[in-house]
């Protein structure tokens, strides 16, 4: 089944009354960004949605796939299924060999290019981590950073999932901005949970949770485009304090008040489009 968009379909917030978003279309190509504070019902937003919710969960959501309930198979066949989630939590995962754990993956989801598919997936999480994955090297050994770089380069690349949800990527150590690039490559439906700053403003849109419902979708304007590129600057003065400070070294406040001007008078860039 082509999957061309996926739609929530509005229920209630944890006050009981009606979300003021009724309905959230998410076609494929989004990126979109599901923004509010701690508690507010973000990752209860991801779970409705991979639980293709029919009124069946506490917000009462619904789920449609291309305007119709999805069909049934998408939950009875793990192989079938279009929806990755990627949560904070990787203690369900084996100590097989990474090489290993990939391979009975491609298989499950019948793979044409089983070993083509499991070079392409290494590659992929090796361009999110600091450290390389080492193949042979069993899950359980794995960073936090390197099991989630892995298991979003196995969702995108082996699943071939059309939907990913990911949860707080940023938490992980993984190069945010590497991945929204990478991603972008793929024409998938992206959403982020995420309480950061340029993951949210790289977003085609955003929706804001509050006390558990949709309060808005709030589209990416022209002027955030801008301040994307700004805080990019800023950003990448922060990581490269942060690789200074991981080497060894010392910071120093005269560089930082140099770099921090520099990045003010640089014309406003946007990283990723």
């Known amino acids: ?114 070993e083509s598919v499991v070079e392409e997936t290494l590659a992929f999480a090796n361009e999110l981590t600091g450290e390389p994955i080492i193949e042979h090297a069993a899950m359980t050994e794995l960073s936090g950073g390197q099991t989630r770089a892995l298991l979003v380069a196995d969702a995108v690349v082996i699943g071939n999932s ?26 998938k439906i992206f959403i982020f949970v995420t309480h950061d700053l340029r993951i949210t403003l790289l977003s085609d849109y955003r929706v804001v949770l509050l006390r558990g419902a949709m309060q808005a979708v709030v589209p990416r304007g022209e002027e955030e485009r801008r301040v994307a590129g700004r805080i990019g600057l800023l950003d990448s003065i922060m990581v490269g304090m942060r690789d200074r400070l991981r080497a060894g070294e010392r910071v120093v406040e005269r560089d930082l008040l140099g770099e921090l001007r520099q990045a003010l008078e640089a014309p406003s860039a946007e990283a990723v489009r």
């Open 1 to 114: 089944m082509e999957i061309r968009e996926i739609s929530l379909i509005g229920g209630c917030g944890k006050t009981g009354e009606r979300e003021p978003v009724a309905r959230l279309d998410m076609r494929m190509g989004d990126v979109v960004s599901v923004v509010g504070p701690t508690g507010s019902g973000k990752t209860m937003l991801i779970n409705d949605i991979a639980l293709f919710a029919d009124a069946n969960t506490p917000s009462r959501r619904r789920v449609l796939v291309n305007g119709a309930p999805p069909p049934a198979i998408f939950q009875e066949d793990p192989s079938h299924n279009p929806i990755a989630l990627i949560t904070q939590h990787t203690t369900f995962l084996s100590d097989l060999p990474v090489r290993e754990f990939l391979r009975i993956h491609a298989k499950i989801r019948r793979a044409a290019r089983r």
């Open 162 to 187: 059309p939907i990913i949800l990911l949860d707080e990527i940023e938490n992980a150590g993984i190069d945010r901005l590497r991945a929204l690039e990478l991603l972008k490559r793929y024409r």
